[in-house]
């Protein structure tokens, strides 16, 4: 007679156990759920931090994959089978040009615009929603998405071969809907804004049994954000910055940040100290940021009208504990127009040589009107997180950006265009006498 092999023995106790409601705490089965019936508000994953204390150290960390998944305990999957695409570890990159632009000593660009596999910070959040997917059985996966939440579903799921049906806003850019079909889900394109997408897909997910990302995975998914405060501390050696610099959309990335820095420095891995948050939003899709102006701690919806569409969420759903951080933390939520959202994308690309989306133009934006008011200590260490990639969003730019001088391959018509790039201040070069 053979013995049965437990091969679950081999795995450590998951150092999740529950969900439980941000408000009242009131405790759940770890299912995909995501609000509570008696409070309403939302469900948040629940951790054993002696647990975690107990089986992390910075050398174990150091140790593991070049990937989230080197920070496993702090997420919510409970087997070792995770969907382990190469998220995460991206560049922490010290700014000198942009820096000095902006009379600061000590910025850092936490670079997402080339996180894998589809180039923006979703993959950190789907990663993790579509391993846990998995775990709760589901064979369909779905999102409402304003772009690049579908680009990332669609990938990874495709890796991990399950079927895919997405929801986008019908008048996303090319470059968007391009990066998702290519990976052939199905793609529903609804004509109406994201918080019409939003609604109609909380319906779907409750008739059609899908795991919905950010519906009914929304705990295990919006833990995915933290790795981006995990990555940073990590980066800087082992400590927290002292300004961070984040777009908003629901609130959910500004506001998993801190639940980072908040969970090493629990677990011993970081000493605590007090860390200013930023926020960006548009103009066009400000509500966050309108709260904060107007001092209130709940959110007027709005109807979006913007070029950054990545963020172009009108009725948030962290709103107000977005709100709520910027003040305890002596931070603010500032919004940029279209115009300073352009401009935030060309300084990054002609400063530091990365190409961002609108959500990281509006970022640099918001960063630069900060650093220009003063409101930013020029020692401090101060995070930029850039959320996704312009090749993604080459429609802002278009007709903001030089053309290539077409000539003919003859030295004299180089020499006629070189002049004219001279007159166009474009090239200071000169030619060395022979
Ligand atoms: C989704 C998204 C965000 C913000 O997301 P939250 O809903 O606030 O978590 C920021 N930048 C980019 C590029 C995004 O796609």
Same mark, same amino acid.
């Given at each position: 007679?053979t013995?049965a092999?437990?091969?679950?023995?081999k795995?450590?106790?998951?150092?999740?156990?529950?969900?439980?409601s941000k408000?009242?705490g009131?405790?759940y089965e770890?299912k995909a759920?995501?609000?509570c019936?008696?409070?309403?508000?939302?469900?948040e994953?629940?951790?054993?931090y002696e647990?975690?204390?107990a089986?992390?150290?910075?050398?174990s960390?150091e140790?593991?994959?070049k990937s989230?998944?080197?920070y496993k305990p702090?997420l919510?999957?409970a087997?070792?089978?995770?969907i382990d695409v190469g998220?995460g570890m991206?560049?922490?990159v010290k700014s000198t040009r942009l820096a000095?632009?902006l009379g600061?000593?000590?910025?850092y660009i936490?670079n997402?615009?080339?996180?894998?596999p589809?180039?923006s910070?979703k993959?950190?959040?789907?990663?993790v929603?579509?391993?846990?997917a998995r775990?709760?059985?589901?064979s369909?996966?779905?999102?409402a998405s304003?772009?690049?939440?579908?680009?990332?579903?669609?990938a990874?799921a495709a890796?991990a071969?399950l079927d895919c049906?997405?929801?986008?806003?019908?008048?996303?850019?090319?470059?968007?809907v391009?990066?998702?079909?290519?990976?052939?889900?199905t793609?529903m394109a609804?004509?109406?804004?994201?918080d019409q997408?939003?609604?109609?897909?909380?319906? &779907?997910?409750n008739?059609y049994g899908w795991g919905?990302?950010?519906?009914?995975l929304r705990?295990?998914y919006?833990?995915g954000?933290?790795t981006?405060?995990f990555?940073?501390?990590? %980066?800087?050696?082992?400590?927290?910055?002292d300004?961070?610099?984040?777009p908003?959309?629901?609130?959910?990335?500004?506001?998993?940040?801190?639940k980072?820095f908040?969970?090493?420095v629990?677990v011993?891995?970081?000493?605590d100290k007090?860390?200013?948050?930023?926020?960006? %939003?548009a103009?066009?899709c400000?509500? &966050?940021a309108q709260?904060f102006?107007?001092g209130?701690?709940f959110?007027?919806?709005?109807?979006p009208?913007?070029?950054?569409?990545?963020?172009?969420i009108?009725?948030?759903?962290d709103?107000?504990?977005a709100?709520? %951080?910027?003040?305890?933390?002596g931070g603010?939520?500032?919004?940029?127009n279209?115009?300073?959202?352009i401009?935030g994308?060309?300084?990054?690309?002609?400063?530091e040589?990365?190409f961002?989306?609108?959500?990281?133009?509006?970022?640099?934006a &918001?960063?630069?009107k900060?650093?220009?008011?003063?409101?930013?200590?020029?020692d401090?260490t101060t995070?930029?997180y850039?959320?996704?990639?312009?090749?993604?969003t080459?429609?802002a730019?278009?007709?903001?950006?030089g053309?290539?001088?077409?000539?003919?391959p003859?030295l004299?018509s180089?020499?006629?265009?070189?002049e004219?790039?001279?007159?166009?201040e474009?090239?200071d070069w000169q030619?060395?006498?022979?």
């Amino acid at each position: 007679m053979t013995q049965a092999i437990d091969t679950t023995q081999k795995q450590l106790s998951p150092t999740f156990t529950k969900l439980v409601s941000k408000e009242g705490g009131i405790e759940y089965e770890p299912k995909a759920l995501y609000v509570c019936e008696e409070t309403f508000s939302p469900l948040e994953v629940s951790y054993d931090y002696e647990a975690i204390k107990a089986r992390v150290s910075r050398a174990s960390i150091e140790a593991g994959p070049k990937s989230i998944w080197r920070y496993k305990p702090f997420l919510p999957v409970a087997t070792d089978n995770v969907i382990d695409v190469g998220t995460g570890m991206t560049p922490l990159v010290k700014s000198t040009r942009l820096a000095r632009r902006l009379g600061l000593k000590n910025l850092y660009i936490k670079n997402d615009a080339v996180n894998m596999p589809t180039l923006s910070f979703k993959d950190r959040v789907v990663s993790v929603a579509l391993s846990r997917a998995r775990e709760l059985g589901f064979s369909t996966v779905s999102c409402a998405s304003t772009g690049n939440l579908a680009n990332s579903t669609a990938a990874i799921a495709a890796h991990a071969g399950l079927d895919c049906c997405v929801f986008i806003p019908a008048d996303l850019e090319a470059g968007k809907v391009l990066g998702t079909l290519i990976y052939n889900p199905t793609v529903m394109a609804v004509n109406g804004n994201y918080d019409q997408v939003n609604r109609l897909c909380s319906e &779907v997910a409750n008739t059609y049994g899908w795991g919905f990302v950010n519906i009914n995975l929304r705990p295990y998914y919006s833990e995915g954000s933290k790795t981006l405060g995990f990555e940073v501390a990590e %980066q800087l050696g082992w400590q927290l910055p002292d300004v961070v610099v984040s777009p908003i959309a629901s609130g959910s990335l500004y506001t998993k940040i801190r639940k980072g820095f908040q969970e090493f420095v629990k677990v011993g891995l970081v000493d605590d100290k007090p860390v200013q948050f930023h926020g960006a %939003q548009a103009e066009g899709c400000s509500p &966050v940021a309108q709260a904060f102006r107007e001092g209130r701690d709940f959110i007027t919806p709005v109807k979006p009208n913007t070029i950054a569409k990545s963020i172009a969420i009108g009725n948030p759903a962290d709103g107000s504990y977005a709100v709520e %951080q910027a003040r305890e933390t002596g931070g603010s939520i500032e919004a940029v127009n279209d115009a300073e959202i352009i401009e935030g994308i060309k300084l990054l690309a002609e400063t530091e040589g990365i190409f961002t989306e609108t959500a990281g133009g509006t970022t640099i934006a &918001v960063l630069k009107k900060l650093a220009e008011a003063g409101k930013i200590d020029p020692d401090a260490t101060t995070v930029a997180y850039i959320t996704g990639n312009g090749l993604k969003t080459q429609e802002a730019v278009q007709g903001h950006i030089g053309e290539p001088l077409t000539i003919e391959p003859k030295l004299g018509s180089f020499e006629q265009a070189l002049e004219r790039a001279r007159t166009l201040e474009r090239l200071d070069w000169q030619p060395t006498s022979v």
